[in-house]
């Protein structure tokens, strides 16, 4: 992980002390609702459809076992709706009908806060109330933590992959890259006002976990014919109303030049990004409407900051290597038996126990560039809990875990689960007696019921539709393990609205929500990809028909996997089978249940 200097600590502990005395001088009538908006903003802080969400920044999505701890503890002593909040909530509940979320079960006792895991790999908070909201500030400090830039429209926290500097297909760790952009990104005087938000991926594998064609700009780490280290630069991708696939724009990048010409396509969109219209405002759309002028626009901008102004962010190797020590990986007292000898007494411990932990290996555990290692993922998705979310307890146990089995560091995954990066491999076994226990340890990855979804409606103020009771409704329809490992990798994502939190454009189903007359609709897409090895190339879904009710959605799922299974060859994936026989029996078998669910009311 990156070790925090002296300058990070002080950087962020002014930070959290600059936010505590401007919400004094807001508590105290002192500064105006407008012009306190844009200072809690640019340190993470929303005011959404009950209360104020919190946007924790985690760069790249590592965290160790003390920052999950303080995490906890927020989740805990500070995620909790007070009494008015609880009965405006009581009052929707009322209007739209039970729903279990996380650490608030609407319409029963309040339970234990929360926190909320999402696709950019940071942390958020549902319930904080803003005068509490700068001991958190605090508190997050503590353990080197941070709001900073996780809103606005500027550069945000900056993703990857979470087995960057562990992946068996890794090119280079991109974790160095990130950290060195996350420090030129932050505060940028220039970039604090773009025309709308601002998202950077990077990956540095063969296979791209990080869904960087989806990004306004996506880094590619790649060797050239001659072995030398650049990126393959992709810009304008995106989802929201207008899902688009970045466009290549370089090949091929030196590595020491990225940030140099990143602040040339940054520069070119805050010239000519449109500030009139927030839904054209993003930079893809600048991209499909310019083509090769906005890439030749870069590139001119690009040669003045190169030949005019010196390259002044010219990444050096001195600075590079200085970075990259900060990711050293942990020493560990692995057993040094040959690693073909551990897994054959894995896997035959695997036959001994039971068909859990044989499934639990083949989903939940991946390969790792050590051979002695092994990543896990521990899974947060079940009944009865919002996906992406998990409670101060459970954040607690996921720290033991990471204390116990790997080096103390977890990742937050693309997915809302989070990663063990360095468990050896003799040590499964005993990973995956404590995980079961802990209760993460159900073999569902990149299953069905391993699902992303954004709060939505519950929640958000910006959402048309619910997407937790959808989530709970199709997840607590298959439970059954011999049925959802028949099914195979199926990515489902669901989205409360447009803006496309939950990412329902690349997944192999997506559902989002709508509005049609003031009340809740749901599209069903088929066919998305966001780019990982299972998927193929980034593509959106297709949708299957008219908009479905929410009642008539889980009986839709169930008759497109229905047909999945009725038209799969032997060992073929959902994706695979869609893509083969194409939408019209899916688009059929979804009708006619919309039909079946008509006739039965």
């Not at 991926?201 to 296979?207: K, M, R, T, W």
């Not at 190169?306 to 600075?319: K, L, N, V």
């Not at 509005?515 to 193929?536: F, M, P």
């Amino acid at each position: 992980m990156y070790q925090y200097t002296e300058f990070d600590r002080h950087f962020v502990q002014a930070r959290a002390d600059q936010y505590r005395d401007q919400l004094t001088r807001w508590q105290a009538g002192e500064l105006s609702e407008d012009e306190f908006k844009p200072l809690r903003l640019q340190n993470g802080w929303y005011v959404q459809r009950y209360a104020p969400m919190l946007r924790v920044a985690v760069p790249y999505g590592e965290l160790s076992s003390a920052q999950v701890r303080v995490l906890a503890k927020i989740a805990r002593d500070y995620d909790q709706p007070n009494a008015e909040l609880f009965k405006d909530a009581q009052a929707k509940q009322d209007l739209l009908g039970p729903v279990v979320t996380g650490g608030l079960s609407i319409g029963s006792k309040l339970t234990a806060g929360y926190a909320h895991f999402t696709t950019r790999q940071n942390i958020q908070y549902n319930w904080i109330p803003l005068d509490k909201s700068a001991d958190v500030m605090d508190l997050l400090a503590s353990v080197d933590m941070h709001g900073i830039q996780t809103s606005g429209n500027c550069i945000r926290n900056i993703t990857s992959d979470e087995r960057a500097g562990i992946a068996a297909d890794e090119i280079a760790d991109p974790r160095p890259f990130g950290e060195i952009l996350r420090q030129w990104s932050t505060l940028h005087p220039e970039f604090a006002y773009l025309p709308r938000k601002f998202k950077i991926a990077i990956s540095g594998a063969l296979e791209d976990r990080a869904a960087t064609a989806w990004h306004d700009v996506g880094l590619h780490l790649i060797r050239n014919a001659e072995g030398e280290l650049g990126f393959k630069v992709l810009v304008g991708g995106g989802m929201g109303r207008t899902p688009i696939i970045g466009t290549v724009i370089r090949e091929f990048l030196p590595w020491h030049q990225v940030m140099n010409f990143i602040e040339a396509i940054v520069r070119v969109y805050n010239r000519y990004g449109r500030r009139d219209n927030i839904y054209k405002a993003r930079i893809k759309i600048l991209v499909k409407a310019e083509g090769q002028r906005y890439i030749d626009d870069v590139e001119a901008e690009y040669l003045q900051i190169m030949e005019h102004d010196g390259g002044p962010h010219t990444i050096s190797q001195a600075e590079l290597d200085r970075v990259t020590a900060c990711f050293v990986p942990p020493s560990l007292n692995c057993d040094r038996k040959a690693a073909d000898v551990k897994i054959a007494n894995i896997l035959r411990a695997a036959a001994e126990d039971d068909i859990e932990f044989g499934r639990w290996l083949k989903q939940n555990v991946t390969s790792h560039k050590n051979p002695d290692l092994r990543a896990v993922t521990l899974s947060f998705k079940r009944l009865g809990q919002a996906p992406g979310d998990a409670t101060a307890d459970q954040l607690d146990k996921a720290a033991g875990l990471a204390d116990a089995f790997s080096a103390g560091e977890l990742r937050v995954t693309h997915d809302q689960n989070l990663l063990l990066p360095w468990v050896a491999c003799d040590q499964l076994p005993e990973l995956w007696r404590a995980a079961r226990k802990a209760g993460f340890g159900r073999p569902n990855i990149r299953l069905l019921t391993d699902m992303i979804a954004c709060p939505g409606g519950d929640f958000c103020s910006l959402a048309n539709a619910r997407s937790i009771p959808i989530a709970e409704a199709i997840t607590e329809r298959y439970q059954d393990m011999d049925e959802l490992h028949d099914l195979g990798e199926i990515d489902l994502h669901i989205s409360g609205c447009i803006n496309s939190c939950g990412h329902h454009h690349s997944g192999h189903i997506g559902i989002l929500g709508v509005d049609k007359d003031g009340l809740e609709w749901y599209q069903v897409s088929l066919g998305g990809s966001d780019g990982s090895a299972l998927s193929g190339d980034p593509l959106p879904g297709k949708v299957v028909g008219p908009s479905f009710t929410a009642t008539e959605v889980p009986e839709v799922i169930e008759a497109v996997l229905e047909t999945y299974r009725q038209q799969r060859s032997a060992g073929e994936t959902f994706i695979a089978t869609l893509r083969r026989v194409g939408m019209d029996p899916y688009k059929a078998a979804a009708k006619n249940a919309r039909i079946a669910v008509v006739e039965q009311a």
